[in-house]
């Protein structure tokens, strides 16, 4: 039987710190890609509404916001008796999320495993 020793010295603190900002850029880069997707489904008249689409990334918390600022972007979103222009639904935003949700995953898990190798 073969034995080998080894000395490794890990600073948990830089590990977590460095894993937490590869989170956050997996995220950011996965609220960036939501919102692009979202952004193809949004109704469009004259493109305001899909122009104030934002993707916003608490990089504290880790939580990541896609969002429109309209004040029909709700009514736009919840009303499914719109009539909207080929390609665009109500539901923009949360079709976008669901149908996404794998990509989002392998977003994030692509920048961790950079970190890790």
Do not use: W
């Not at 977590?16 to 692009?36: M, P, S």
């Not at 990089?59 to 990541?64: F, I, N």
């Not at 916001?65 to 029909?72: A, E, H, K, L, N």
């Not at 923009?92 to 190798?117: D, G, N, P, S, T």
């Amino acid at each position: 039987m073969a034995n080998a020793r080894f000395n490794a010295r890990v600073n948990a603190d830089e590990v977590t710190a460095e894993l937490r900002r590869a989170a956050g850029r997996g995220l950011r880069l996965a609220t960036e890609h939501v919102l692009a997707v979202s952004n193809q489904r949004v109704p469009h008249d004259e493109g305001t509404l899909e122009r104030s689409g934002t993707a916003v990334v608490d990089e504290a918390d880790l939580v990541g916001i896609v969002s429109y600022d309209q004040p029909y972007a709700v009514v736009q979103h919840e009303n499914l008796d719109y009539q909207h222009k080929a390609g665009r639904s109500a539901k923009f935003l949360e079709l976008a999320v669901r149908e996404e949700a794998e990509v989002v995953k392998l977003m994030i898990a692509k920048q961790l495993r950079q970190v890790l190798k």
